[in-house]
């Protein structure tokens, strides 16, 4: 059994900042992408970010379009643990931030996509 739960959500006014946690727990072998997704009300969830597991590069990060320059990804492989830290925060960010990673269970399955359960972020004056 595998969990990722996050922490971090919050309400801030536009300009603001705030830093998501995510934090993997339970029958790990090995964690491979993990990464933030985002769901407004109405829409489809959409990609944020995501960072690999490449520990000599610390992880190879991809972003958005609509955060480059705004939101960093990292991670803390000891911890499996991911964060997005999260500046600069516009009204049009505000939605439910999900944590995902790819993770095996064992060295001889598959990797499994896993979700957290979403973490509220509202950006409002």
């Known amino acids: 059994q595998v969990q990722l739960v996050e922490s971090g959500g919050g309400l801030v006014q536009p300009g603001g900042s705030l830093r998501l946690s995510c934090a993997a727990s339970?029958?790990?072998?090995?964690?491979?992408?993990m990464g933030w997704y985002r769901q407004a009300p109405g829409k489809q969830r959409e990609l944020v970010a995501t960072?690999?597991?490449?520990?000599?590069?610390?992880?190879?990060?991809n972003y958005a379009d609509s955060v480059k320059g705004r939101f960093t990804i990292s991670r803390d492989n000891a911890k499996n643990t991911v964060y997005l830290q999260m500046n600069s925060l516009k009204p049009e960010d505000t939605a439910v931030y999900y944590c995902?990673?790819?993770?095996?269970?064992?060295?001889?399955?598959?990797?499994?996509?896993?979700w957290g359960q979403g973490t509220q972020v509202t950006v409002s004056s």
């Open positions: 995902n990673a790819r993770i095996k269970t064992a060295r001889r399955n598959p990797t499994y996509p896993y």
């Open positions: 960072i690999t597991s490449d520990i000599i590069s610390s992880g190879t990060r």
């Open positions: 339970g029958s790990i072998f090995s964690i491979n992408d």
